[in-house]
């Protein structure tokens, strides 16, 4: 489902003294099927924007189409159920918002919210905690008695199981550890390519937007100011930096390692290497290392940090 942005504008307090516009004339469209990050530094307009994205506030100007449905100022409440099935929300920390006795109670609340039985809600449930990987032998236990992790899981199988055709994710490894944050995402990428998905990332890790977006928004004083691939986007190093953003690691390491050289290590921006793996092919490549060599050198550079 494809989500456009027509002059689109927001103001906190509009009639008031503290009256305070975060968005302003946003154009922008998230494609069907696309898996679009939206960056910005703190205060960028991110949040307020993601907001609009299933009508959790309406602009004060402009229009946001989501779907065949057309959101403005004073759009009435009874349109707007329909549209958050179609657009499900995963805020940071979802896991505080469980509340049931059991996890399969909690999963099922969302679809029988929307009109589901109780079998079809219980089915969906169990679809969805399959898809990010709780176990059945969990189904029953309260929530509250899994770990961290699982507790996330769970409120993210409670969105899933309404069947939304667009998922919204809102920093969604905030708190976690770098394995975790790692896991997080691989589901989130399985479940892009496993349902249709239409996903919207909303994150500050560039090597997220790096190694799982098509297409980029980048957000900065309440207005889209670039949009388009990663590599487009990561393009111009200084003008991340105006913006008070970064290039991901990988790609940071090769542009230092560009400019040690004294030669072009790829011919385009296109060819910039934005993740790891991309990264290990182009040193491949341009120094001729075999790859046969990799494991022995990787098992070195083990035992010199571990003789340290």
Request: proline share 5%.
């Amino acid at each position: 489902m494809e989500i456009v942005f027509k002059n689109v504008g927001y103001t906190y307090g509009l009639g008031t003294p503290f009256a305070f516009q975060a968005l302003r004339d946003i154009n922008v469209t998230i494609p069907h099927g696309s898996y679009t990050a939206i960056i910005g530094h703190t205060g960028s307009g991110k949040s307020t924007i993601t907001q609009h994205l299933n009508a959790l506030m309406q602009p004060t100007e402009g229009q946001v189409l989501i779907g065949d449905k057309v959101i403005s100022a004073g759009t009435k409440a009874k349109d707007l159920k329909a549209i958050r099935q179609k657009v499900g929300m995963v805020f940071q920390f979802p896991e505080g918002q469980l509340f049931e006795e059991s996890v399969i109670k909690d999963v099922m609340f969302g679809p029988m919210n929307f009109g589901d039985s109780e079998e079809v809600a219980r089915q969906k449930a169990e679809e969805a905690l399959e898809d990010v990987g709780i176990d059945p032998e969990l189904f029953e236990r309260s929530p509250f008695e899994l770990s961290g992790g699982q507790m996330r899981r769970v409120a993210i199988a409670g969105v899933i199981a309404m069947k939304p055709e667009v998922l919204v994710l809102d920093e969604p490894t905030a708190g976690l550890d770098p394995k975790g944050r790692i896991e997080m995402m691989t589901m989130f990428d399985e479940l892009y390519k496993k349902q249709g998905l239409t996903i919207v990332l909303v994150t500050h890790q560039m090597e997220d937007v790096a190694t799982y977006a098509n297409h980029v928004i980048v957000m900065d004083g309440g207005t889209s100011v670039k949009k388009g691939t990663p590599a487009e986007v990561f393009a111009d190093a200084s003008w991340l930096q105006e913006h008070q953003l970064s290039l991901p690691d990988a790609a940071d390491f090769a542009t230092r390692l560009q400019a040690q050289a004294g030669k072009f290590l790829w011919d385009s921006a296109d060819d910039m290497p934005l993740t790891v793996d991309a990264l290990a092919d182009l040193l491949m490549a341009k120094f001729d290392l075999p790859m046969a060599d990799a494991p022995s050198n990787l098992e070195k550079g083990d035992q010199a940090i571990d003789e340290r």
